[in-house]
T-cell receptor
Framework: KNQVEQSPQSLIILEGKNCTLQ??????????LRWYKQDTGRGPVSLTI?????NTKSNGRYTATLDADTKQSSLHITASQLSDSASYIC???????????FGPGTRLSVLP | EAQVTQNPRYLITVTGKKLTVTCSQN?????MSWYRQDPGLGLRQIYY???????DKGDVPEGYKVSRKEKRNFPLILESPSPNQTSLYFC???????????????FGAGSRLTVL
């Protein structure tokens, strides 16, 4: 069964610190993986997409990595800001089928 | 502005009273879907639609209906709401449901439903 797991479930860091969120998936065959940021009570917004041939991609202070062999992705946030407080959701698509497979998300809290 | 619009944003209703949550997108997207989000469970897909008149069940379709008569609209219907359908609902769309495309889902702002 196609599944996406994320860790940690929640994370608290101080403003200015870095953090890394993990995503492990069993979706196969793999098409792409996307990280979304969801502010409380709002719809998720895409941060970055990773395809099979990509290892690293940056979007400002966000850097995503993908290891297609081990089926793992990470999202690294540099110099965190209070506005980074949100849930981060990993979403994977298989090459066949219509569903997007969602991870449960990691809840990040950035404290002053 | 390209967007997905859901209505109502907040609704309190009673068990058994039929309700419809509307979803409309202005991006000419083929693929639309509905999700519910409950604490600790993440987003779970209810129904999705690959195009007009083409709908299919997601992971948690029980108690819900949908229709796709027009490309831009994808309403979610609760024929007889029950308290276990109290949740935060999101509608989303993307250009095409083709898996090989690097499709980004555009989400609505969410509809918070409480069934008493």
């Amino acid at each position: 069964k196609n599944q996406v797991e994320q860790s940690p479930q929640s994370l608290i860091i101080l403003e200015g610190k870095n953090c890394t969120l993990q995503c492990n998936y069993t979706v196969s065959p793999f098409s792409n993986l996307r990280w979304y940021k969801q502010d409380t009570g709002r719809g998720p917004v895409s941060l970055t997409i990773m395809t099979f041939s990509e290892n690293t991609k940056s979007n400002g202070r966000y850097t995503a990595t993908l290891d297609a062999d081990t089926k793992q992705s990470s999202l690294h946030i540099t110099a965190s800001q209070l506005s980074d407080s949100a849930s981060y959701i990993c979403v994977v698509r298989a090459l066949y089928g219509q569903n997007f497979v969602f991870g449960p998300g990691t809840r990040l809290s950035v404290l002053p | 502005e390209a967007q997905v619009t859901q209505n109502p944003r907040y609704l309190i209703t009673v068990t058994g009273k039929k309700l419809t949550v509307t979803c409309s997108q202005n991006m000419n997207h083929e693929y639309m879907s509905w999700y519910r989000q409950d604490p600790g469970l993440g987003l779970r897909q209810i129904y999705y639609s690959m195009n007009v008149e083409v709908t299919d069940k997601g992971d948690v379709p029980e108690g819900y209906k949908v229709s796709r008569k027009e490309k831009r609209n994808f309403p979610l219907i609760l024929e007889s709401p029950s308290p276990n359908q109290t949740s935060l609902y999101f509608c989303a769309s993307t250009l095409t449901g083709t898996p090989s495309g690097a499709n980004v889902l555009t989400f609505g702002a969410g509809s918070r439903l409480t069934v008493l």
